[in-house]
Structure formats: structure tokens, C-alpha cells
Nanobody, 122 residues
Framework: QVELVESGGGLVQPGGSLTLSCVASTIFSIYSMGWYRQAPGKQRELVADITAGGTSNYAETVKGRFTISRDNAKKTVHLQMDNLKPEDTAVYYC?????????????????WGQGTQVTVSS
């Protein structure tokens, strides 16, 4: 059974930092690992992702503040979030895809974590 284990969410003041981690130890082969987020009343959006080769991609709203990194041997992805803002408040979901585009197929080649709450508030 595939399981993504997330950790690191919580409450932080504006300007603070948090690190999210996700372990995908039960998945044999992984192409991309990343994080999405969903705020109340909004659609889920990509925050950042990183390929097995180390190519990363960030949403414009987090560039310069968030850093994604990956340990392929440990099948772990981290999201270092600095200078957090109230608008970063959301449930953050780990996302893993076994295949690269155009082979990747939603709900067939990918997996989602349960989500971890990040709240930025004074």
C-alpha cells in the first residue's frame, strides 16, 4: 500500500519559517516530488516540485522565499518555507508522480499525502 508520510506543519508568525517533509518509501520509482496547497475557498495549486534530476519549479508567489530539496536515496522531499506570509496559510499536500510528462496520468501514476496544515498568523 502506497503511503506518503508528511510532517512539519503548524502555526507560525508572519516572517517566520517552517520546513515540511514528505517520505514516499513505499514507492519504487519516482520521477517528481512536490507540494501543492489549498486555502479555504480556493483551488489546489502547485507550490513547488522537483524532478529526480534536480530540476525545480516554483509558483511565482513563493519564489525567493521557499526552497524545495530532495533526497532520492531516502525518497524524501523537503520544503523550506521562509518569510512566511498570512496568505501562505493553507493545507499543504505532498504529491509524487512515478512518470514524467507526457506519460504521467493523474490518479494513475501519481499519489497524494493526507495534507498538513500551515497557519501563518500573529
Amino acid at each position: 500500500q502506497v503511503e506518503l508520510v508528511e510532517s512539519g506543519g503548524g502555526l507560525v508568525q508572519p516572517g517566520g519559517s517552517l520546513t515540511l517533509s514528505c517520505v514516499a518509501s513505499t514507492i519504487f520509482s519516482i520521477y517528481s516530488m512536490g507540494w501543492y496547497r489549498q486555502a479555504p475557498g480556493k483551488q489546489r495549486e502547485l507550490v513547488a516540485d522537483i524532478t529526480a534530476g534536480g530540476t525545480s519549479n516554483y509558483a511565482e508567489t513563493v519564489k525567493g522565499r521557499f526552497t524545495i530539496s530532495r533526497d532520492n536515496a531516502k525518497k524524501t522531499v523537503h520544503l523550506q518555507m521562509d518569510n512566511l506570509k498570512p496568505e501562505d496559510t493553507a493545507v499543504y499536500y505532498c504529491h509524487v508522480d512515478r512518470l514524467p510528462p507526457p506519460l504521467a496520468t493523474p490518479n494513475q501514476s501519481d499519489y497524494w499525502g493526507q495534507g498538513t496544515q500551515v497557519t501563518v498568523s500573529s
